[in-house]
């Protein structure tokens, strides 16, 4: 069993930054991120593959980036100009098959969650 830890959310001004780390107890084929906003479904924010490429939403792209220490086993979300419509909460994910990475359905693992706020 693989678990996920997540850390680094908090409260931020628009415009401002952020940095969440999802750690890694084993090893997985990929890794994504999603949030989910107060009455809201969850929405995907970005992913990451075994073989290295690396997939955003629509809504975050040019704003955040995921990058990945393999050696850590560990997957980064640097989130820039953040806007008040960014405001939920993130969960780390993993998966340990192929599948679509936009699917929260296709991924087996989940952190705990981390809030991330900002306020408008």
């Known amino acids: 069993q693989v678990q996920l830890v997540e850390s680094g959310g908090g409260l931020v001004q628009a415009g401002g930054s952020l940095r969440l780390s999802c750690a890694a107890s084993g090893r997985i084929f990929g890794m994504g991120w999603f949030r989910q906003a107060p009455g809201k479904e969850r929405e995907f924010v970005g992913a990451?593959?075994?073989?290295?490429?690396?997939y955003y939403a629509d809504s975050v792209k040019g704003r955040f980036t995921i990058s990945r220490d393999i050696a850590k086993n560990t997957m980064y979300l640097q989130m820039n100009s953040l806007k008040p419509e960014d405001t939920a909460v993130y969960l780390c994910?993993?998966?340990?098959?192929?599948?679509?990475?936009?699917?929260?359905?296709?991924?087996?693992?989940w952190g705990q969650g981390t809030q991330v706020t900002v306020p408008s």
């Open positions: 994910a993993g998966r340990s098959r192929s599948g679509p990475y936009y699917y929260s359905e296709t991924y087996d693992y």
């Open positions: 990451t593959t075994w073989s290295g490429g690396i």
